[in-house]
């Protein structure tokens, strides 16, 4: 007991522990540093515009991810209006659920000042990732324009960088067509050609099993992966100065 004390006064002294006056941590790779190192549901307040609760993966590649999307086995219905995208909703923080459009922005706010990584579910027993150097998304009124930085490490192929710049789309919202959410599912930024909407990744897409043509997915994803179907999919953030 002594020795975690003694571990969280130094990490506090030396200054790599520090949240808020309100002793809120802003994002999970503070709370981390200050001695949370159990994947567990905790608050956070990234801008001083009030609390709210995510889902710190503390244990992926040395921890500080705080999760922002999570499918699992597709029990959790994501083709929602943009209203549910906005706000968030599934199973909230524990199995499959998606963070909320609102709260990733204001995570995000300086685009440059997140990693994202992606973990994706090719069978049973193997998992692959990729991580682009920063991420972030514009506020609602510009429909939450992604914003992504360049791949970086990874074991799979490179499937998110060509939505770059994209405005986010949902069934009942413009900039996607009601027939491109029927064909695709879900809510993402989609790619649009001459009117025409396609993906290159599509986390946020029905599972297989539900019995549609849409489909989660990763382009180029791999051979054993079926129609580049993921079988599981996590979306999360670390800050790029972490380390």
């Known amino acids: 007991m002594l020795s975690v004390v003694l571990i969280v006064m130094f990490q506090m002294i030396d200054g790599t522990c520090k949240t808020r006056e309100s002793g809120i941590a802003k994002n999970c790779a503070e ?53 549910d995208y906005k706000k968030g909703f599934g199973n909230f ?25 992606v973990d994706l579910g090719v069978t049973d027993d193997k998992t692959v990732y990729a991580e ?10 510009a429909d939450y324009k992604l914003h992504i930085g360049k791949f970086s490490s990874a074991t799979v192929k490179d499937s998110l960088s060509i939505h770059n710049g994209m405005l ?8 996607a067509d009601r027939d491109c959410a029927l064909r695709l599912g879900g809510g993402w930024w989609y790619l649009y050609f001459d009117k025409y909407c396609t993906v290159s990744s599509n986390l946020n897409g029905i599972y297989p099993h539900r019995g549609s043509n849409s489909r989660i997915h990763w382009a180029n994803l791999n051979s054993e992966a079926k129609n580049n179907n993921p079988r599981s999919a996590e979306m999360k953030i670390r800050p790029v100065d972490f380390f």
């Not at 709260?103 to 994202?116: D, F, P, S, V």
Request: hydrophobic letters at 30%; aromatic letters at 14%; one cysteine or more.
């Open 31 to 83: 709370l981390y540093k200050c001695g949370q190192t159990i994947s567990d549901v905790y608050t956070i307040d990234p801008d001083g515009s009030g609390a709210f609760n995510v889902y710190c993966d503390q244990t992926t590649a040395d921890g500080g991810w705080t999760v922002i999307q999570k499918r699992v086995d597709g029990t959790v219905d994501f083709n929602r209006t943009w209203n």
């Open 93 to 117: 923080l524990i199995r499959e659920f998606w963070l909320g459009l609102d709260k990733i922005q204001r995570l995000t706010q300086n685009k440059r000042e997140n990693k994202l990584r």
């Open 132 to 141: 682009y150097e920063w991420f972030g998304i514009e506020n609602e009124t």
């Open 168 to 175: 986010f789309g949902t069934w009942d919202r413009l900039p």
